[in-house]
RNA sequence: UCCCCUGUAGCUCAGUUGGCAGAGCAAGUGGCUGUUAACCACUGGGUCCGGUGUUCGAGCCACCGCGGGGGAGCCA
């Protein structure tokens, strides 16, 4: 393998033969010199090569040149030189020059010109060569390895929960079945019988992984998922998609108060790792998409979480004298409104709201002792609102089966889940984390169908 | 699923009261002290999303359909 352009740009420049390979992002011309930019993707800044007509050589080369055109892909070998203009420290005399697949500029859906997001997604096998995109892509592989990283050091074991699950009664929104049987044939039948089915009886895909790390956290302690979730709700908004990767860790023998810590530390620790290690991406993002963004990322970092319950929370909605299309009660669900208002007006930057009525949240959380609230805890940033949702889990086998019962569900179907609070049950919490968000809020990006390579929605899945 | 906006050149958009189809960028050609969102000049480029209707005449008005975007709900 030769080096790639960001190994390139790490050289000193003493006039070693280097060789170039990637794709033409512009070709620019004068009477005496002709300039390309190629990048690779693995770095944002691509490498000026310059060919000097005015070398003997030239003419051999000029109809290999004529052919570099945007988004061909070459072979460029040179020399790498101190650049003797301002723009680049380095570039590459070049001597030679091979296109390896031509793109012609007339069909070639990509100039080389800033292009909108809503075209860049009809073109998403193209769009990773764009800036946008490029950039995109590298922060979202940075913060994977993060959050493996974060997990890892801190004595967390990885589990791989399962993608589908027999169990419908997760709970957490519409599901997609997956089925074996032959439905145009049911369709003529009009009888399903899903003994002949693959799993004997109906499977979907999961919608979070949750419950099952839950059986691992109690017995390794320090668990965490992250993989794929799916769901079917007809949801068609900029920050929903049917297929996700969600993050959720869960430790044993805690509490919510370790719960919210973890979780704020792990909000902190990623975005330092963005700002230390994906500079150059997000001063881009911070130039031509979020301006603002990298200040507000080191203000998370050097700042403190606000943290209210739903009660105070409310009560500043109330008092805020701020018209609302919802009007605020005590027992509402906080509405992306609310959330954004306690988020950008109140408190202007992450803010974590603990204790919410219970009837507003899933079975499975720690009732208070109130009775009224469970001792949940969302996270809400500016700009889209909830990131994280967690809580402590209800431990306690009598209170979680009369839970279950009171909300009309059948125990059944959680047998297993129950059998954790009937042999070795311990105090437990955990979170769960949409990885799509977490780029939204690190990247600026505003539409969680840029942050994902290829996206899934509602009729969107062409890719 | 609901509400709003939108669809015109390859891309982003303008298009007046209903009266000859426009610009910038991109592309092509030529020029140009090493350019870097290069610059200068010229050239080519149109199923005005589709259908129906109103009208002497529709890019523009009405209705139906399709696509795109934003907001809401649901949620991560």
Request: aromatic share 12%; charged share 25%; net charge negative.
């Amino acid at each position: 393998m030769i080096p790639t352009i960001k190994e390139i740009f790490s050289l000193k420049a003493e006039g070693q033969a280097v060789t170039v390979r990637g794709w033409i992002r512009t070709k620019r011309q004068t009477k005496s010199a002709v300039f390309l930019e190629v990048n690779d993707g693995s770095c944002f800044a691509n490498i000026q090569c310059v060919f000097d007509q005015g070398s003997p050589a030239f003419q051999a080369i000029a109809p290999e040149l004529e052919k570099a055109t945007t988004g061909a892909s070459a072979s460029i070998e040179g020399t790498l030189v101190p650049s003797p203009a301002t723009g680049q420290k380095l570039e590459v005399s070049a001597r030679s020059i091979q296109i390896i697949g031509e793109a012609p500029a007339d069909t070639y859906p990509l100039q080389k010109k800033a292009h909108s997001l809503e075209f860049l997604r009809e073109q998403a096998h193209l769009r990773p060569r764009t800036n946008t995109f490029g950039a995109v892509a590298r922060v979202r592989n940075r913060m994977a390895f993060a959050v493996h990283q974060f997990f890892q050091e801190r004595g967390f074991q990885y589990v791989h929960t399962p993608l589908i699950t027999a169990s419908d009664a997760e709970g957490a929104g519409a599901m997609f079945q997956v089925t074996t049987l032959d439905l145009q044939k049911i369709a003529q039948s009009g009888t399903v019988d899903y003994e002949k089915d693959f799993f004997g009886k109906p499977a979907y895909l999961t919608v979070s992984g949750q419950l099952n790390v839950e059986t691992y956290c109690q017995a390794m302690n320090r668990v965490y998922t992250f993989g794929p979730a799916f769901r079917a709700e007809n949801s068609n908004t900029t920050r929903h998609l049917a297929e996700f990767w969600m993050i959720e860790p869960e430790i044993a023998f805690a509490t919510l108060e370790d719960d919210i810590e973890l979780a704020k530390s792990f909000i902190t620790q990623l975005v330092k790792t963005a700002l230390e290690d994906c500079a150059e991406d997000l001063a881009f993002f911070d130039a031509r998409i979020q301006p603002g963004l990298v200040a507000d990322l080191q203000k998370v970092v050097a700042g403190s979480f606000y943290r209210v319950t739903y009660t105070e929370a409310i009560d500043a909605l109330l008092k805020s004298g701020q018209e609302f299309e919802f009007k605020p009660y005590w027992g509402c669900d906080l509405q992306s409104e609310h959330e954004k208002f306690l988020t950008e007006k109140v408190v202007g930057g992450p803010l974590v709201v603990t204790d919410y009525p219970k009837d507003i949240k899933a079975f499975y959380m720690k009732q208070n002792d109130d009775g009224k609230t469970v001792a949940a805890m969302d996270i809400l940033v500016p700009r889209f609102g909830e990131i994280i949702g967690g809580s402590e889990r209800e431990w306690r086998l009598d209170l979680l089966e009369k839970r279950i019962k009171d909300l009309g569900l059948d125990s059944n179907n959680y047998w297993w889940y129950i059998d954790l609070r009937r042999y070795g049950s311990t105090p437990h919490a955990g979170f769960g984390l949409g990885f799509e968000r977490l780029l939204l809020y690190i990247t600026g990006m505003t539409n969680i169908r840029d942050v994902i390579p290829f996206p899934r929605a509602p009729k969107l899945a062409g890719f």
